[in-house]
């Protein structure tokens, strides 16, 4: 078969349809998302994710970057920066940026939806094979998660990089809505106990981390994932409200089986695990040991959330 001038290969074609689908799934999504905000239950909730949407306006309808097949930048990313005013005690400011990409990756082998890269910016991925058949309430969904992500590494850095006066500064910022929800300290209890557990299973399977480390992250992913399910319960709920019906305020069902939830853990971070590692008689049997433990933090963060 021959192509005329100008006509660009199949493969690029195709690879355009998924790059133009994705991006007006999230566009569409952020729309159904933003029209939800009178749903959620806390101002808390409202105030978090207005501003996780408004930098994802950043990026849709325009503003993504697009990454082919082999990872190559097809087209460059706009930079979104988050500034945050600081004033030490003796007047001096402080200002610190965190920059966001966010690209439609194209690339393949990669089993998740979406991911978040961080070092002294943060770089999001959404992978447009994984959600070529993804509805808005996922791709926004995967969007708000990895931007979740995003949050808690600027936070971090933020804590880190400004020292005392970051950290005088950064107590400031964390007492404030929404910032406030996203102090996750009185989850310790919940970390020292999925750690033990994690001590064991790590015999096992190779994820290259410290049990502590591991913990630590999983308490955050518990709480993306739940970030999630509120807001897909407020898109349901606005959409009864517009049509006047009534029905199931609770569609998405995100795993909180301890292997199905360390299985999407696994596979967004790349990790060399395979199902027959998860799946091992060993590691069944402390996934059985940890079900009521991962339970419990998945309806503490749930409640932290609607507080
Ligand atoms: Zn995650």
Known sequence: MRFGFGEPPPSLRDADVRFKRLAKQVTDGLTTAEGSIPQLSTKGQQ???????????????????????????????????????????????????????????????????????????????????ELHTATLSDAIGTSLHELIHMMF????????????????GAARLLAQKPWRLVVLSGFDGHRDRLERHLLDLLRIIPIPMQAGALAASLIEEAFAAQFE???????????????????????????????????????????????????????????QRMTSDVELLAKAIRSHLDS
């Open 153 to 168: 590494a600027m936070i971090r850095r933020f804590e880190r990089y400004l020292g005392p006066i970051g950290a005088e």
């Open 229 to 287: 399910v509120v807001v897909d319960e407020a898109i349901v709920r606005a959409t009864h409200a517009k049509k006047r019906t009534r029905g199931p305020s609770i569609l998405v069902n995100i795993g909180f089986q301890p292997k199905e939830f360390l299985k999407f853990y696994v596979l967004e971070h790349g990790f060399a695990v395979t199902d027959k590692q998860l799946n091992s008689p060993q590691a069944l049997q402390i996934f």
């Open 47 to 129: 105030e978090l994710l207005r501003f996780l949407l408004s930098l994802l306006k950043d990026f849709f309808p325009v503003g993504h970057g697009l990454v082919d097949v082999q990872g190559n930048v097809l087209r460059p990313s706009q930079i979104s920066t988050v500034s945050i005013p600081i004033t030490a005690r003796d007047g001096s400011r402080w200002p610190f940026e965190h920059r966001i990409r966010l690209y439609l990756s194209d690339q393949t082998g990669f089993r998740a939806a979406g991911e978040h890269y961080t070092g002294n910016f943060s770089s999001i991925r959404l992978y447009t094979r």
